[in-house]
């Protein structure tokens, strides 16, 4: 019963913040922001049948970083930052118990690395003019922590390839794009995308799957 009620209010949240980030409604935005990972952090506590220590430090660290996100300021953005690479790192930690690094070899490690630290500089470059100097060395930071996730969360699938290891990564990759996106919308206000929407879309969507994938 606790795993129906995490999970429908992990969705109705979503679905009302996902209405007020469109409508630009900042107030009913922040009232909102908090439920979602707090109600998945929730679902997978009574859902797993082993819970691991890793993965709730890495929910409750992206909860915090949506709180730490809502007040504007650099500081503030810097701090939900911060929270959100540690989240990063306890996921990479929670993978590793499904990881066979064995099983790999450098010809299989390095192009996966590759392929992210490519993402990443071409994102930033498309960034670069739009960011505050004291911040472009952080967030590139940051966004390459995100990217060694996924390269962890390829890692377990080539290690235990099946239907669960496909969705985290499918999760994990979402994340990046919803940072990657997060970046433009905060940074670059000439372009396309206005509105926190897709951000939060990606997100939402990236970390339940990822959660489903563990679970």
């Not at 992990?10 to 900042?26: E, G, R």
């Not at 000439?190 to 939060?200: C, E, L, Q």
Request: aromatic letters at 16%; hydrophobic letters at 60%; proline letters at 3%.
């Amino acid at each position: 019963m606790a795993t129906v009620i995490f999970l429908a209010v992990f969705l109705i949240s979503t679905a009302i913040h996902l209405y007020a980030s469109l409508k630009q409604d900042k107030k009913l935005r922040n009232l909102t922001k908090p439920f979602i990972l707090a109600a998945l952090l929730g679902f997978y506590v009574f859902t797993a049948k082993h819970v691991l220590l890793m993965i709730i430090l890495a929910l409750f660290f992206s909860w915090l970083g949506d709180v730490l996100l809502m007040p504007k300021g650099i500081k503030w953005f810097t701090a939900g930052g911060i929270s959100f690479m540690i989240s990063h790192v306890f996921f990479i930690l929670g993978y590793m118990n499904d990881i066979t690094f064995s099983s790999m070899g450098l010809l299989i490690v390095i192009p996966i690395a590759i392929v992210f630290v490519g993402l990443v500089i071409y994102i930033f470059s498309k960034l670069k003019e739009h960011l505050p100097k004291p911040l472009f060395y952080p967030m590139l930071l940051y966004l390459l922590i995100n990217g060694t996730m996924n390269c962890f969360a390829l890692f377990r699938l080539i290690s235990l390839p099946c239907i669960a290891t496909v969705i985290t990564c499918i999760g994990a990759f979402l994340f990046f794009i919803s940072d990657s996106t997060l970046f433009f919308v905060r940074f670059k206000k000439d372009g396309r995308i206005k509105t926190h929407f897709w951000v939060m879309l990606t997100y939402s969507i990236g970390e339940l799957l990822i959660i489903i994938g563990l679970l």
